[in-house]
């Protein structure tokens, strides 16, 4: 059976466009542009600064531009890091389980410690996780398998006992590369426009009680 479940943090554990959306909303007004409707954004939160700059202005770190536009996106962003951020929908009730069942959950992220930790004590979680894996944690970030070993180091359970689940394909690719179980999360950004199957996980849930039926056929 699954002996611990591994969760990406934004589009996954948590949605945090709200506030990632409304970061980059007041770069926008900052840099005399208009406003972008939240249903345009949420596909490129999974992505990060880069991810969220491309959409809202349309350019890439190799622009001149950018790393002065970055830093700004992240020094609004860090004022308003958990304001309208809130786990989804029937997530609280599966870490409850979870927890209930003996099983260990955690965090692996991209996101760096300077938002993630406080974006997790902010939720309440940061001392339920049995660990917790940044950008800039591990030597390699996703989709580099990495994180996930570390993560499973951490936590003292062997990858290939472990479930990975995360809303986007350099998930998918991280927890497959180090053996783990890999579930996509179909209620996050899911960017991109490959179709899901093509990403090669293992399941596709719709929401984390699917997460807890795998857990359950499995024990």
Known sequence: MPEAVLFDLDGTLADTAPDLGGALNQLLLEQGRSQLPMAKLRPHVSSGARGMIGAGLGITPADPAYPDLQQRFLAIYQDTLCVGTRLFEGMAEHLDELEARGIP???????????????????????????????????????????????????????????????????????????????????????????????????????????????????
């Open 105 to 219: 959950w955690g965090v692996v992220t991209n996101k760096s410690q300077r938002f993630a930790i406080p974006l997790m004590e902010g939720l309440g979680l940061r001392q339920r996780s049995a660990c917790m894996v940044c950008g800039d944690s591990a030597q390699r970030s996703k989709p580099h398998g990495h994180p996930m070993q570390l993560a499973s180091a951490v936590i003292g359970i062997a990858a290939t006992d472990c479930i990975y689940v995360g809303d986007d394909e350099r998930d998918v690719i991280s927890g497959r590369t180090a053996g783990m179980t890999t579930v996509i999360a179909a209620w996050g950004y899911l960017g991109g426009d490959k179709p899901l199957a093509s990403w090669g996980a293992d399941i596709v849930a719709a929401s984390p009680k699917d997460i807890l039926c795998l857990v359950a056929a499995n024990s």
